[in-house]
């Protein structure tokens, strides 16, 4: 039954199909030419390619190759540097040398703010400037500045924008004419700038005395009056002068015992300056029992609004911090350090690697690989999975966790991250011994903080004040009280994301974990006051823009919630219901700090500031 289907089928497949009888003869199709035209004519790549000149320009910046994958946004510098923007044609040859794909070197180049891609002959400023629209800066007046410089420059060379809070709150209002930046600026300053090209952030000498030592429980930062775009430094021959790099030489050369430093560590009870809060010896110990080869990637981009506490640690006195990473270095086992710095420190990134490039030259002893980084302005990337995606060259975006960085990190590495001024104190807190460290301290809290302070205070700036210390002590204490004619009405106790107190609230011991029942938290501790003159709801709707601007756009809840709750905040009665949803929704499910943090003011306004949204 089954072969008479199948004979069925031959016999009626043969009767459609019979054999071809006599010769075939072929037909010609197409001649030669035209076959050599359509192979031409497939060889050609699709989309647009890179032309000579633009391939030969960007040579000339990155030199030959390899290119490795990783400094794409190094390369990306190079060029906006050179030619104040990237020119499409530019990114095209860029993707040829680097063999990555057009898209991927679009999609890097506008994840970040510091970057403006141009097409064809679209026009370029020779000049940009930045006006700082931060919350301490709004409150000096930089609003008004963005409004009337446009007016007064009157250049279609010269282009104002507002920036985010560009880390120099106790000088605002600032403004920063392409890598110059004009402290207490005001239209006349700005003017000269541009007019004298002062476009370059001024060299820092090398002939300064720094003992952080010495400015325990007093201001680090000086008066305004006082004030310098840069301030002298100590060298590498000054610092190794004074005993400098010898507990790192002592560790590397096995005449001290690494377990004695992560004790000092552990008994000083340093945590996590950046924010987190992290016990630093707990993260030590813990990378250390991660497999090799281990990294370790450092944290300088220092993007909450109101925090400079780096930035002045670090362009008085860098190879103190230096020697802590690599104190960190000897003690976990890291076979490379790279060392993730804001572009908008301009000055410090000079001066750091100057002096890199010194501690290489006359090494106390074999150093691990150090890189130094730069960012492109954004602030996202103050979160550490973020700022590993942006070192290795890609968007800033945060990773899911688990796994944590500490066993996958950077380029799939066990990595040590720390912020800056963790690193800066290792040295001291292990000569001294951990007792100094932790013998300072107010209302039962232990250690020092380095507290940003700016707004309507008389005397900003980094005040090195025991943890624990009250707002109300802090003003009277450390800023010489309030400005004249300004009574103390509130103030944010952790940056942008640190909620908002009022000043009936005022002795809440400053401190990780005493602001928490709160609804706030210190985090970097950037303390920004503000007075009866100004509102609540200001500073409130100032951040949330802020967080809506500097969102990734990973994740929905973050990326609408910032936006939809800023538009709604302008309402003079607020939609307390709708916010409130909002809150919750980005609470829950953004994938990262930002998100989390951000209705953060939403809620201390709704509980502390009521009548301002009655």
């Given at each position: 039954c089954?072969?008479?289907?199948?004979f069925?089928l031959?016999?009626?497949?043969?009767?459609?199909?019979?054999?071809?009888?006599?010769?075939?003869?072929?037909?010609?199709?197409a001649t030669?030419?035209d076959l050599?035209?359509?192979i031409k004519?497939?060889s050609?790549l699709?989309g647009?390619q890179?032309d000579?000149?633009?391939?030969?320009?960007?040579?000339?910046?990155?030199?030959?190759?390899?290119?490795?994958r990783?400094?794409l946004?190094?390369n990306?510098h190079?060029l906006?540097?050179?030619y104040r923007a990237?020119?499409?044609?530019?990114?095209?040859?860029?993707?040829?040398l680097?063999?990555?794909?057009?898209?991927?070197?679009?999609?890097?180049?506008?994840?970040?703010h510091h970057?403006e891609?141009?097409?064809?002959n679209?026009?370029?400023?020779?000049?940009?400037v930045?006006?700082?629209?931060g919350?301490?800066c709004?409150?000096?007046?930089?609003?008004?500045?963005?409004?009337?410089l446009p007016?007064?420059?009157?250049n279609s060379?010269?282009?104002?924008?507002?920036?985010?809070?560009?880390g120099r709150?106790?000088?605002?209002p600032v403004?920063?004419?392409?890598?110059y930046?004009?402290?207490?600026?005001?239209?006349?300053k700005?003017?000269n700038a541009?007019?004298?090209?002062?476009?370059?952030h001024?060299k820092?000498?090398?002939?300064?005395?720094?003992?952080?030592a010495d400015?325990?429980?007093?201001?680090?930062?000086?008066?305004?009056?006082?004030n310098?775009?840069?301030?002298?430094?100590?060298?590498y021959?000054?610092?190794?002068?004074k005993?400098?790099?010898?507990?790192?030489?002592?560790?590397?050369?096995q005449?001290?015992?690494?377990?004695?430093?992560?004790k000092?560590m552990?008994?000083?009870?340093?945590?996590?300056l950046?924010?987190?809060?992290f016990?630093?010896?707990?993260?030590?110990?813990?990378?250390?029992?991660?497999?090799?080869?281990?990294?370790?990637?450092?944290n300088i981009?220092?993007g909450?609004?109101g925090?400079?506490?780096?930035?002045?640690?670090?362009?008085?006195?860098p190879h103190r911090?230096?020697?802590?990473?690599?104190i960190?270095?000897?003690?976990v086992?890291?076979d490379?350090c790279?060392i993730?710095?804001?572009?908008?420190?301009?000055?410090?990134?000079?001066?750091?690697?100057?002096?890199?490039?010194k501690?290489?030259?006359?090494?106390?002893?074999?150093?691990?690989?150090i890189?130094?980084r730069?960012?492109a302005g954004a602030y996202?990337?103050?979160e550490?999975?973020a700022?590993?995606?942006s070192?290795?060259?890609?968007r800033?975006e945060?990773?899911?966790r688990?796994?944590?960085?500490?066993?996958?990190g950077l380029?799939?590495?066990?990595t040590?991250e720390?912020?800056?001024?963790?690193l800066?104190?290792?040295?001291?807190i292990?000569?001294?011994?951990p007792?100094?460290?932790?013998?300072?301290g107010?209302h039962?809290?232990?250690?020092?903080r380095?507290?940003s302070v700016s707004g309507?205070v008389?005397?900003p700036?980094v005040?090195l004040?025991?943890?624990?210390?009250t707002?109300?002590?802090?003003i009277?204490?450390?800023?010489?009280?309030m400005?004249?004619?300004?009574?103390f009405?509130?103030?944010?106790p952790g940056?942008?994301?640190?909620?908002?107190?009022?000043?009936?609230?005022?002795t809440?011991?400053l401190?990780?974990?005493?602001?928490q029942p709160?609804?706030c938290?210190i985090g970097?501790?950037?303390v920004?006051v503000?007075?009866?003159?100004?509102?609540?709801?200001?500073?409130?709707l100032n951040?949330?823009r802020?967080?809506?601007h500097e969102s990734?756009?990973?994740?929905t809840?973050?990326?609408v919630?910032t936006?939809?709750?800023?538009?709604?905040?302008l309402?003079p009665?607020?939609d307390q219901?709708?916010?409130?949803?909002?809150s919750?929704v980005?609470?829950?499910?953004?994938?990262?700090?930002?998100g989390?943090?951000?209705?953060?003011?939403i809620?201390?306004?709704?509980k502390?500031f009521p009548?301002?949204?009655?």
């Amino acid at each position: 039954c089954t072969y008479e289907i199948v004979f069925r089928l031959r016999d009626r497949y043969r009767m459609n199909h019979p054999k071809p009888s006599g010769e075939i003869k072929a037909v010609a199709i197409a001649t030669a030419d035209d076959l050599r035209a359509r192979i031409k004519q497939k060889s050609k790549l699709k989309g647009r390619q890179a032309d000579d000149v633009a391939l030969a320009e960007i040579q000339a910046l990155i030199g030959d190759g390899p290119y490795r994958r990783d400094l794409l946004i190094e390369n990306l510098h190079l060029l906006n540097d050179e030619y104040r923007a990237l020119h499409d044609h530019h990114l095209v040859a860029l993707a040829k040398l680097m063999n990555l794909p057009m898209a991927e070197v679009y999609e890097v180049a506008t994840f970040y703010h510091h970057f403006e891609v141009v097409r064809g002959n679209d026009p370029v400023a020779d000049i940009t400037v930045r006006v700082c629209d931060g919350l301490s800066c709004e409150l000096a007046g930089a609003k008004s500045l963005l409004e009337r410089l446009p007016t007064i420059l009157g250049n279609s060379k010269v282009k104002v924008i507002a920036a985010p809070c560009v880390g120099r709150c106790e000088q605002a209002p600032v403004a920063v004419v392409h890598q110059y930046p004009v402290l207490f600026a005001d239209v006349e300053k700005i003017s000269n700038a541009i007019k004298n090209r002062q476009t370059t952030h001024p060299k820092a000498k090398d002939d300064a005395q720094f003992e952080p030592a010495d400015f325990v429980q007093k201001g680090v930062s000086p008066e305004q009056k006082a004030n310098v775009v840069s301030p002298a430094y100590v060298g590498y021959e000054a610092y190794r002068a004074k005993g400098g790099y010898a507990l790192a030489s002592n560790l590397a050369n096995q005449q001290q015992d690494p377990e004695t430093v992560i004790k000092a560590m552990e008994d000083s009870g340093l945590r996590g300056l950046g924010g987190a809060g992290f016990p630093a010896g707990r993260k030590w110990r813990i990378v250390r029992d991660q497999t090799a080869p281990k990294l370790m990637a450092v944290n300088i981009d220092e993007g909450e609004p109101g925090t400079f506490k780096d930035r002045t640690y670090l362009e008085r006195d860098p190879h103190r911090f230096l020697e802590g990473m690599l104190i960190a270095a000897q003690v976990v086992g890291i076979d490379a350090c790279y060392i993730y710095l804001r572009d908008e420190y301009h000055g410090c990134r000079e001066l750091l690697a100057n002096e890199i490039q010194k501690l290489q030259a006359n090494p106390p002893y074999r150093l691990p690989l150090i890189e130094l980084r730069r960012g492109a302005g954004a602030y996202i990337c103050g979160e550490e999975s973020a700022m590993i995606e942006s070192i290795e060259g890609k968007r800033g975006e945060p990773r899911m966790r688990p796994p944590y960085i500490a066993q996958v990190g950077l380029f799939g590495r066990p990595t040590l991250e720390h912020n800056f001024e963790t690193l800066y104190w290792v040295r001291d807190i292990v000569q001294r011994g951990p007792q100094w460290f932790s013998s300072f301290g107010r209302h039962d809290r232990k250690g020092l903080r380095s507290f940003s302070v700016s707004g309507r205070v008389k005397l900003p700036g980094v005040k090195l004040a025991p943890a624990g210390i009250t707002i109300q002590e802090l003003i009277d204490e450390y800023c010489g009280g309030m400005q004249d004619g300004h009574t103390f009405y509130g103030y944010l106790p952790g940056g942008a994301s640190g909620g908002i107190l009022p000043a009936t609230m005022n002795t809440i011991p400053l401190d990780f974990d005493t602001l928490q029942p709160y609804g706030c938290f210190i985090g970097s501790a950037a303390v920004m006051v503000f007075s009866h003159h100004d509102k609540a709801r200001d500073a409130a709707l100032n951040v949330m823009r802020f967080f809506e601007h500097e969102s990734c756009g990973q994740c929905t809840p973050c990326r609408v919630g910032t936006s939809k709750a800023a538009q709604l905040m302008l309402a003079p009665k607020w939609d307390q219901a709708t916010l409130e949803d909002l809150s919750t929704v980005m609470i829950d499910a953004s994938i990262c700090g930002l998100g989390q943090a951000a209705p953060n003011p939403i809620r201390c306004i709704a509980k502390y500031f009521p009548e301002e949204i009655a």
